[in-house]
């Protein structure tokens, strides 16, 4: 299951920066996301919504963070 996050996460340039900027930043709403990644605010839409179907991210009255799982992954991210 852990192997096919990663390929999920890995396969996809900004899943991998979503997750690392919110491993170092913390929590974080849409528009912070999409003014940090320079993405415009409905593909961020759609990556955090997908990141949180695959239980990496959880959201909270409109921010969101890394659950147990995404951290994780992002902290075997770091280490590739």
Known sequence: MEEELMGFVTGNNN????LTLLGSKGEM???QIAKFMHVIEP???KMVSELE???LLSENNGS???TEEGT?????IQNI
């Open 15 to 18: 899943r991998q920066k979503l």
């Open 29 to 31: 709403d849409v528009k």
């Open 43 to 45: 593909s961020v839409e």
């Open 53 to 55: 179907e695959k239980g």
């Open 64 to 66: 969101y963070t890394l």
């Open 72 to 76: 994780a992954i992002e902290r075997k």
